[in-house]
């Protein structure tokens, strides 16, 4: 229900639950503010809002109020333009220059910054503070957050984010008066995992990127387009930047649904990787042992034959790659012959998870309805390192319930400081059982660490105890049942509750045991949300592909099935272990790589094909909730590169398919995706197609004020070149085309008169921090049936029980570290962990080894020795290992190992 | 003349009464009667009486706690806390009352307690006042001793828990809203009102947060009832006040005087007048963040209704009194170093405001002064006027600036015309 509000004396609408602020700013008015956030409320701190309220019509003397703390209730009335208030505005912004240093031209912020616009937009323009500046000593803060406090204007916002909002711990907010300092107690690396957002919450350049700053270039010389992150199978929606053919940052792109206003570290810093030394620029071809460079005419006239009618060529595909390529592929070998580049554990769990979500009845969340839950339950998943941007929704769904405190007191729940004044610690179910403690362990009302067996019979037992028609659990013990019947009677109370599982702990029974919470829950009533986090940006695509699992592939060439295999965008070192990738690529004579880096598999192949990354191509993306996406092609880059399904397109068209020449751009490909594989007919909604215009123009990558065009090549030619065509988008490589707002998955990226900075978000949502204007982008693929299928699993595991000198080797999950791409950008390589082999104390002892100390073991006939890591909360019997290290990511997990101290084997054999 | 809060202070330099003689004296008597009646009739008994808080806001004592939630249904634990964070400049009302009869304190903690259905009771001191702390700690162990506080008081089915913590000494966290941040251990920054402590308080429960002075006189208006304690007064602030003269005068001091006495009479009669050689110029009334009271102002009662209509505020009623041998403009300098150097630095107005204020009158008196200085002081009252900025420290901050600079303007000139300061 709207309510009528008075600004300047005209009535608009406004949403009652909200504050003027947010009623202002949706309705389009230029009213400034700092401390205000749209996804973190109110607090009053900075006054730069302020409007003039009246009591009534006859009122005409009013008084000063802060928009962001005034109710937009019935008939409430304000003046934005009163000479009085507007005077306090710019009286506000003279303030916060009192101590601003004037060094704009050579601050990271200039041109995006949020304080230069609400500066412009007051109308402050002339310096009257005629007194020393205070100044103060910058912090390190680690390879990705640069520190500049002098130009603090003390709006904290980035201790309410980092330390409400985001849960972090070692950023703090000191001093008093002018002298209010944000940083660290010392310096050193920001621990949290959302430590990047700073350098978006902060209006100005206290926080700055500092991969960015490596690469400096202003946002308006910066080509853009919109894009999804690589990094996770969220699907978080990104803006990347170039400019003279490298990418210099990525920034959020809002997307109510999925990521908000914020992003993870894996996803904001991972971009590196595209610029990496080990690009592959050129195709490679190696004959004995030797590697030359080849045209692109001479790849393709080398690769065609290869896979012409006949032959018995195999593709292996790829859950980093996009739909579109893996579509090439599959059409290229055919649909027998195509293969998913998954471990075959892998394979088989997320077949299992998407069979269960198409079953119903529970539905896959958004991480929107995810941060909405009011009860959660996770099995088996490390969210924080697997799926961080999800870690941070849940870290907001703990307040959902006690928000019902506030309701009671009338604490209207945008006034954010009074919310958590009134709630104080309270929060709300969150469970969470695995094998080693998480990064959300803080908010949780019970841990639980065990064996993936384990964790899935507590999961089936919760289940049982929620429907007793679910198959019950034999033998659990008491304590177990106790915690069971918690969880349970909090699910079921919840209005919204929420079951996350995931493939992590290689456990079909975990995702079985979630599967079946939900379901008991959806039988008694409340509708229950179920999410599987997916390793990969695509494994939801590339599993509704149809493909065959990777040990066939290997069967394949064993049996002399296979004469040529083409792995798209994949590194099987990291899917298999090493002797039987061997064993596979030395199977047949012809290996081709299609990859953006020069991996282990590229390394060995006979051809290497330079793909484009996901900042130098289009494509689509399935993201864990099941929503096809597309991202956009931001640059041109140098030289061959292109997309792996232009490569492929281009092999077709050479071997004489009619597919080849037929399929000319990505609606193309979308189209004939969608005609041969039914899951995927909606992907051609994702996003208009290429030959959609404004007003006959194309939408423009680049802003307005993109400098140097006529002289960034002058060095090479003066001839000013002709700006690449893009027929594959309604995108332009150019600072030409329509200046209207483009649909939303046409956002290249976010900007407005007078608001340069990422704030300009405000004016591109159909109301503030609610969808984009024509919708969010993306389409779900994925929703439970009509008619629903599917019943209770019932094969409950047996207990975990410890054995003698057997470990369970279970993989650990790192942030920086377990995903490939990322581990190629320096700043995050700089954070991953190295190698280690987890026990917990008691454990240890019988090894007899400390922290630090040797540890020889191995797994599959392969031997590691590595150092020893204490966990004090590992179950007894479990040991863990980081996932995806180097040197460590083919390993098979669990797998059941003997450990030693190094030297000193327990049993001589 | 009674002096129902300070009878029981000894004027010999000797310790305060312990609980035998405190009872010996009339003490705790509130105590039986008011665990003998309803609780809302207490509340009532402190509304007829027109009680209104002492800290310096004057806000009736009686509606605030009518404000908080009772019943079965009312969340608990509730809170009542005694602001004993004493550290406006100028103000010592409430040390007096906590060396010199901390049993007081304490009944009327128990009696306000009761009345609001409170359960634990903090008493939040001001670090300076170790001397407060040391008898505040002794008259509370007493009085647990003694089934005073604790569970069931004095046999009756209503317990009362008080603990004492010092404050880590920040002007901020007089107040209440910041008072309650540094009570859960967190920065002393205000909080946004609404919701007012009554509802959501210390830890997010009911709390009520009461000066020291003002709860001292609750026993006695239980004892004695809303009538006497309003014929206590010249005016009709009901009771008695407590009332301080600091500055150049012939006796400084605080006395106990019915409420409403006449600036002239505190200054002249009890006070003894300016000390000899020295010209009265200007006094503010009430701690060092209110507007000055000139000559033409003698004559004014000293009550919250009184010392408005002239202008001020009556604050806490302890005096700073400026004489002609002192510069105005270095004892502004004075005041807004302490304002500028407490302000929280949450919001805006009051941490760039303050210190540019500041700044100004240090160049005035240091001779660096220039032509516009005055106007840019002036436009700093008005931007941090009340409702302005987030809590009223900067607000207060401002009374005696913009008063000063209506006041001894010329003072002000002179310092900028002679690049100096005249009194140096």
Same mark, same amino acid.
């Given at each position: 229900?709207?309510t009528t509000?008075?600004?300047?004396?005209?009535?608009?609408?406004?949403?009652?639950?909200?504050?003027?602020?947010?009623?202002?700013?949706?309705?389009?008015?230029?009213?400034?503010?700092?401390?205000?956030?749209?996804?973190?409320?109110?607090v009053?701190a900075?006054?730069?809002?302020?409007?003039?309220?009246?009591?009534?019509?006859?009122?005409?003397?009013?008084?000063?109020?802060?928009?962001?703390?005034?109710?937009?209730?019935?008939?409430?009335?304000?003046?934005?333009?009163?000479?009085?208030?507007?005077?306090?505005?710019?009286?506000?912004?003279?303030?916060?220059?009192?101590?601003h240093?004037?060094?704009?031209?050579v601050c990271?912020?200039?041109?995006?910054?949020?304080?230069?616009?609400?500066?412009?937009?007051?109308g402050?323009?002339?310096?009257?503070?005629?007194?020393?500046?205070?100044?103060?000593?910058?912090?390190?803060?680690?390879p990705?957050?640069?520190?500049?406090?002098?130009?603090?204007?003390?709006?904290?916002?980035?201790?309410?984010f980092?330390r409400e909002?985001?849960?972090?711990?070692?950023?703090?907010?000191?001093?008093?008066?002018?002298?209010?300092?944000?940083?660290?107690?010392?310096?050193?690396?920001?621990?949290?995992?959302?430590?990047?957002?700073?350098?978006?919450?902060?209006?100005t350049?206290v926080f700055?990127?500092?991969?960015?700053?490596?690469?400096y270039?202003?946002?308006?010389?910066?080509?853009?387009?919109?894009?999804?992150?690589?990094?996770?199978?969220?699907?978080?929606?990104?803006?990347?930047?170039e400019r003279?053919?490298?990418?210099?940052?990525i920034?959020?792109r809002?997307?109510?649904?999925?990521?908000?206003?914020?992003?993870?570290?894996?996803g904001?810093?991972?971009?590196?990787?595209?610029?990496?030394?080990?690009?592959?620029?050129?195709?490679?071809?190696?004959?004995?042992?030797?590697?030359?460079?080849?045209?692109?005419?001479?790849?393709?006239?080398r690769?065609?034959?290869l896979v012409?009618?006949?032959?018995?060529?195999?593709?292996?595909?790829?859950?980093?790659?996009?739909?579109?390529?893996?579509?090439?592929?599959?059409?290229?070998?055919?649909?027998?012959?195509?293969?998913?580049?998954?471990?075959?554990?892998?394979?088989?769990?997320?077949?299992?998870?998407?069979?269960?979500?198409?079953?119903g009845?529970?539905h896959?969340?958004?991480?929107?309805?995810?941060?909405?839950?009011?009860?959660?339950?996770i099995?088996?998943?490390?969210?924080?390192n697997?799926?961080?941007?999800?870690?941070?929704?849940?870290?907001?769904?703990?307040?959902?319930?006690?928000?019902?405190?506030?309701?009671?007191?009338?604490?209207?729940?945008?006034?954010?400081h009074?919310v958590?004044?009134?709630?104080?610690?309270?929060?709300?179910?969150?469970?969470?059982?695995?094998?080693?403690?998480?990064?959300?362990d803080?908010?949780?009302t019970?841990?639980?660490?065990?064996?993936?067996?384990?964790?899935a019979?507590?999961?089936?037992?919760?289940?049982?105890?929620?429907?007793?028609?679910?198959?019950?659990?034999s033998?659990?013990?008491?304590?177990?049942?106790t915690?069971?019947?918690?969880?349970?009677?909090?699910?079921?109370?919840?209005?919204?509750?929420?079951?996350?599982?995931?493939?992590?702990?290689?456990n079909?029974?975990?995702?079985?045991?979630?599967?079946?919470?939900?379901?008991?829950?959806?039988?008694?009533?409340?509708?229950?949300?179920l999410?599987?986090?997916?390793p990969?940006?695509?494994?939801f695509?590339?599993?509704?592909?149809?493909?065959?699992?990777?040990?066939?592939?290997?069967q394949?060439v064993?049996?002399?099935?296979?004469?040529?295999?083409?792995?798209?965008?994949?590194?099987?070192?990291?899917r298999?272990?090493?002797?039987?990738v061997?064993?596979?690529l030395?199977?047949?004579?012809?290996?081709t790589?299609?990859?953006h880096?020069?991996?282990?598999t590229?390394?060995?192949?006979t051809?290497?094909?330079?793909?484009?990354?996901?900042?130098?191509?289009?494509?689509?993306?399935?993201?864990s909730?099941?929503?096809?996406?597309?991202?956009?092609q931001?640059?041109v880059?140098?030289?061959?590169?292109?997309a792996?399904?232009?490569?492929?397109?281009?092999?077709?068209?050479?071997a004489?398919?009619?597919?080849?020449?037929?399929?000319?751009?990505?609606?193309?490909?979308?189209?004939?995706?969608?005609?041969?594989?039914?899951?995927?007919?909606?992907?051609?909604?994702?996003a208009?197609g290429?030959a959609?215009r404004?007003?006959?123009?194309?939408?423009?990558?680049?802003?307005?004020?993109?400098?140097?065009?006529?002289?960034?090549?002058?060095?090479?030619?003066?001839?000013?070149?002709?700006?690449?065509?893009?027929?594959?988008?309604?995108?332009?490589?150019?600072?030409?085309?329509?200046?209207?707002?483009?649909?939303?998955?046409?956002?290249?990226?976010?900007?407005?008169?007078?608001?340069?900075?990422?704030?300009?978000?405000?004016f591109y949502?159909?109301?503030?921090?609610?969808?984009?204007?024509?919708?969010?982008?993306?389409?779900?693929?994925?929703g439970?049936?009509?008619?629903?299928?599917?019943?209770?699993?019932?094969?409950?595991?047996?207990?975990?029980?410890?054995?003698?000198?057997?470990?369970?080797?279970?993989?650990?999950?790192?942030?920086?570290?377990?995903?490939e791409?990322?581990?190629?950008?320096?700043a995050?390589?700089?954070?991953?962990?190295?190698?280690?082999?987890?026990?917990?104390?008691?454990?240890a002892?019988?090894?007899r080894?400390?922290?630090?100390?040797?540890?020889?073991?191995?797994?599959?006939?392969?031997?590691?020795i590595?150092p020893?890591?204490?966990?004090?909360?590992?179950?007894?019997?479990?040991?863990?290992?980081?996932?995806?290290?180097?040197?460590?990511?083919?390993?098979?997990?669990?797998?059941?190992?003997?450990?030693e101290?190094?030297?000193?084997?327990?049993?001589?054999? | 003349m009674?002096?129902?809060?300070?009878?029981?202070?000894?004027?010999?330099?000797?310790?305060?009464?312990?609980?035998?003689?405190?009872?010996?004296?009339?003490?705790?008597?509130?105590l039986?009667?008011?665990?003998?009646?309803?609780?809302?009739?207490?509340t009532?008994?402190?509304?007829?009486?027109?009680?209104?808080?002492?800290?310096?806001?004057?806000?009736?004592?009686g509606e =605030?706690?009518?404000?908080?939630?009772?019943?079965?249904?009312?969340?608990?634990?509730?809170y009542l806390?005694?602001?004993?964070?004493?550290?406006?400049p100028?103000?010592?009302?409430?040390?007096?009352?906590?060396?010199?009869?901390?049993?007081q304190?304490?009944?009327?903690?128990?009696?306000?307690?009761?009345a609001?259905?409170?359960?634990?009771?903090?008493?939040?001191?001001?670090?300076?006042y170790?001397?407060?702390?040391?008898?505040?700690?002794?008259?509370i162990?007493?009085?647990?001793?003694?089934?005073h506080?604790?569970?069931?008081?004095?046999?009756?089915?209503?317990?009362?828990?008080?603990?004492?913590?010092?404050?880590?000494g920040?002007?901020?966290?007089?107040?209440?809203?910041?008072?309650l941040?540094?009570?859960?251990? =967190?920065r002393?920054?205000?909080?946004?009102?609404?919701?007012?402590?009554?509802?959501?308080?210390l830890?997010?429960?009911?709390?009520?947060?009461?000066?020291?002075?003002?709860?001292?006189?609750v026993?006695?208006?239980?004892n004695?009832?809303p009538?006497?304690?309003?014929?206590?007064?010249?005016?009709a602030?009901?009771?008695?006040?407590?009332?301080?003269?600091?500055?150049?005068v012939?006796?400084?001091?605080?006395?106990?005087?019915?409420?409403?006495?006449?600036?002239?009479?505190?200054?002249?009669?009890?006070?003894?007048?300016?000390?000899?050689?020295? =010209?009265?110029?200007?006094?503010?009334?009430?701690?060092?963040?209110t507007d000055?009271?000139?000559?033409?102002?003698?004559?004014t009662?000293?009550?919250?209704?009184?010392?408005q209509?002239?202008?001020?505020?009556?604050?806490?009623g302890?005096?700073?009194?400026?004489?002609?041998?002192?510069c105005?403009?270095?004892?502004?300098?004075?005041?807004?170093?302490?304002?500028?150097?407490?302000?929280?630095?949450?919001?805006?107005?009051?941490?760039?405001?303050?210190?540019?204020?500041?700044?100004?009158?240090?160049?005035?008196?240091?001779?660096?002064?220039?032509?516009?200085?005055?106007?840019?002081?002036?436009?700093?009252?008005?931007?941090?006027?009340?409702?302005?900025?987030?809590?009223?420290?900067?607000?207060?901050?401002?009374?005696?600036?913009?008063?000063?600079l209506?006041?001894f303007?010329?003072?002000?000139?002179?310092?900028?015309?002679?690049?100096?300061?005249?009194?140096?």
């Amino acid at each position: 229900m709207a309510t009528t509000i008075y600004i300047d004396d005209r009535a608009y609408n406004a949403d009652p639950k909200q504050n003027v602020l947010h009623a202002c700013l949706s309705l389009g008015f230029n009213l400034p503010y700092f401390c205000w956030h749209p996804a973190m409320g109110s607090v009053g701190a900075c006054r730069q809002c302020a409007v003039k309220q009246f009591k009534d019509e006859k009122d005409k003397h009013g008084k000063i109020v802060m928009a962001c703390m005034t109710a937009s209730a019935e008939g409430t009335r304000i003046s934005i333009q009163d000479p009085e208030v507007a005077e306090f505005r710019a009286a506000v912004i003279e303030g916060m220059m009192s101590n601003h240093p004037h060094d704009c031209p050579v601050c990271d912020e200039g041109g995006h910054c949020h304080l230069q616009d609400m500066t412009v937009m007051t109308g402050h323009d002339y310096r009257r503070y005629e007194f020393q500046k205070r100044t103060f000593r910058n912090q390190y803060l680690g390879p990705l957050v640069n520190h500049e406090m002098n130009r603090c204007i003390q709006c904290s916002r980035c201790v309410r984010f980092y330390r409400e909002y985001a849960g972090g711990r070692d950023f703090d907010v000191f001093g008093l008066r002018d002298q209010v300092y944000f940083g660290r107690q010392a310096d050193g690396i920001l621990e949290n995992e959302f430590s990047g957002n700073l350098v978006e919450v902060c209006p100005t350049g206290v926080f700055t990127d500092k991969t960015l700053k490596q690469h400096y270039a202003r946002k308006w010389d910066m080509q853009m387009a919109p894009s999804v992150c690589v990094h996770c199978g969220l699907g978080c929606n990104t803006t990347p930047g170039e400019r003279y053919g490298t990418l210099r940052q990525i920034v959020t792109r809002y997307n109510s649904e999925v990521n908000g206003y914020f992003l993870c570290n894996r996803g904001r810093y991972g971009y590196e990787f595209v610029n990496s030394e080990h690009r592959i620029r050129a195709s490679r071809l190696v004959r004995d042992d030797n590697p030359t460079n080849l045209t692109k005419a001479e790849a393709i006239e080398r690769l065609a034959p290869l896979v012409a009618e006949g032959r018995k060529a195999i593709g292996i595909g790829s859950p980093r790659a996009s739909l579109e390529s893996n579509f090439l592929l599959r059409t290229l070998v055919g649909r027998e012959r195509f293969y998913a580049g998954v471990s075959d554990d892998h394979f088989k769990l997320i077949s299992t998870m998407i069979e269960i979500l198409r079953g119903g009845p529970a539905h896959s969340p958004s991480l929107r309805e995810i941060e909405l839950s009011d009860a959660v339950l996770i099995l088996g998943e490390d969210v924080t390192n697997v799926a961080a941007r999800m870690a941070l929704s849940l870290r907001q769904s703990v307040r959902q319930q006690p928000m019902q405190i506030a309701d009671k007191m009338r604490i209207p729940l945008w006034d954010d400081h009074a919310v958590r004044d009134a709630l104080q610690d309270a929060k709300g179910p969150l469970f969470i059982a695995s094998p080693a403690a998480t990064n959300l362990d803080d908010v949780a009302t019970h841990t639980y660490r065990a064996a993936p067996n384990d964790v899935a019979r507590l999961g089936f037992a919760i289940a049982c105890l929620i429907d007793k028609t679910a198959p019950a659990v034999s033998d659990l013990p008491v304590d177990l049942w106790t915690l069971a019947e918690g969880i349970a009677q909090a699910l079921k109370k919840a209005h919204q509750p929420l079951i996350i599982s995931g493939p992590s702990c290689n456990n079909e029974a975990v995702i079985q045991a979630a599967a079946n919470v939900a379901r008991a829950l959806c039988a008694v009533g409340p509708k229950a949300g179920l999410s599987f986090t997916m390793p990969e940006c695509n494994s939801f695509g590339l599993a509704l592909m149809d493909a065959a699992p990777l040990s066939q592939a290997f069967q394949a060439v064993r049996d002399g099935a296979a004469d040529a295999i083409v792995i798209l965008e994949n590194d099987l070192y990291r899917r298999a272990p090493a002797p039987s990738v061997d064993a596979f690529l030395s199977g047949t004579k012809d290996v081709t790589v299609l990859d953006h880096l020069l991996n282990q598999t590229a390394a060995i192949a006979t051809l290497a094909i330079p793909a484009g990354t996901f900042a130098e191509v289009d494509g689509t993306l399935v993201s864990s909730e099941g929503r096809a996406q597309r991202f956009y092609q931001v640059f041109v880059p140098e030289g061959d590169i292109q997309a792996s399904w232009q490569w492929l397109r281009d092999v077709m068209a050479a071997a004489g398919r009619q597919e080849g020449t037929a399929w000319q751009d990505i609606d193309d490909v979308i189209a004939a995706m969608g005609a041969a594989i039914p899951a995927l007919a909606q992907v051609q909604k994702a996003a208009p197609g290429a030959a959609f215009r404004i007003v006959g123009q194309k939408v423009p990558r680049e802003p307005e004020r993109y400098s140097g065009r006529t002289a960034m090549l002058a060095n090479i030619s003066v001839n000013e070149p002709k700006p690449p065509d893009d027929p594959n988008t309604p995108l332009s490589f150019s600072m030409e085309g329509t200046l209207e707002q483009p649909p939303a998955a046409l956002i290249p990226f976010f900007w407005s008169p007078g608001w340069n900075s990422i704030q300009a978000t405000n004016f591109y949502q159909t109301e503030i921090a609610g969808p984009l204007r024509g919708g969010d982008p993306g389409v779900r693929l994925i929703g439970p049936a009509a008619q629903l299928h599917g019943t209770y699993f019932d094969q409950i595991p047996a207990a975990f029980a410890p054995s003698g000198d057997e470990w369970l080797l279970v993989p650990l999950y790192h942030i920086f570290g377990s995903e490939e791409l990322s581990l190629s950008a320096s700043a995050l390589a700089e954070l991953a962990p190295k190698p280690y082999v987890a026990v917990n104390a008691e454990d240890a002892k019988r090894l007899r080894v400390e922290a630090g100390e040797q540890i020889a073991m191995k797994v599959d006939g392969a031997a590691y020795i590595l150092p020893a890591k204490i966990k004090a909360e590992l179950p007894p019997g479990i040991a863990g290992l980081p996932a995806g290290l180097p040197g460590l990511a083919g390993i098979a997990l669990p797998a059941r190992t003997v450990l030693e101290k190094e030297g000193e084997p327990l049993h001589s054999s | 003349m009674e002096t129902p809060l300070t009878k029981n202070i000894p004027t010999n330099g000797d310790g305060p009464l312990d609980l035998k003689a405190y009872e010996k004296a009339g003490g705790y008597e509130s105590l039986r009667k008011a665990l003998r009646m309803p609780p809302a009739d207490i509340t009532e008994l402190v509304k007829k009486s027109d009680l209104k808080g002492r800290g310096g806001a004057g806000f009736p004592t009686g509606e =605030k706690w009518s404000f908080v939630p009772v019943g079965a249904d009312a969340p608990h634990p509730k809170y009542l806390v005694a602001n004993a964070d004493e550290m406006e400049p100028g103000t010592f009302k409430d040390r007096l009352l906590l060396e010199g009869d901390p049993h007081q304190l304490i009944e009327g903690m128990i009696a306000a307690a009761y009345a609001v259905q409170a359960d634990i009771g903090y008493i939040f001191l001001r670090a300076e006042y170790t001397l407060a702390a040391e008898r505040m700690r002794k008259a509370i162990a007493e009085a647990y001793d003694d089934h005073h506080l604790g569970k069931n008081i004095l046999g009756s089915t209503y317990s009362f828990d008080i603990h004492l913590h010092v404050s880590a000494g920040r002007y901020m966290c007089g107040e209440e809203t910041a008072l309650l941040n540094a009570l859960e251990g =967190k920065r002393a920054n205000p909080r946004s009102k609404p919701p007012f402590p009554q509802v959501s308080g210390l830890w997010g429960k009911p709390t009520v947060v009461q000066n020291v002075e003002t709860l001292c006189n609750v026993p006695h208006i239980v004892n004695h009832g809303p009538d006497w304690f309003k014929s206590l007064s010249h005016t009709a602030d009901g009771g008695t006040k407590l009332y301080g003269v600091s500055g150049k005068v012939k006796r400084p001091g605080l006395w106990e005087l019915p409420m409403g006495t006449t600036v002239r009479e505190i200054l002249e009669e009890h006070a003894g007048g300016m000390r000899e050689g020295l =010209k009265f110029r200007g006094l503010l009334p009430g701690g060092a963040s209110t507007d000055f009271l000139t000559k033409q102002h003698l004559d004014t009662r000293m009550d919250f209704t009184e010392v408005q209509k002239a202008g001020s505020r009556m604050g806490t009623g302890t005096m700073i009194v400026l004489d002609d041998h002192t510069c105005p403009v270095g004892m502004l300098w004075n005041l807004e170093h302490f304002f500028a150097q407490e302000s929280c630095g949450w919001c805006t107005p009051c941490w760039s405001g303050l210190n540019w204020a500041e700044r100004i009158l240090r160049s005035l008196e240091e001779g660096t002064g220039q032509p516009g200085d005055l106007e840019k002081l002036g436009f700093q009252t008005k931007i941090n006027a009340p409702g302005h900025t987030f809590c009223a420290l900067a607000p207060g901050a401002m009374e005696p600036l913009q008063s000063a600079l209506k006041y001894f303007r010329e003072d002000f000139e002179q310092h900028i015309r002679e690049h100096r300061c005249p009194w140096k």
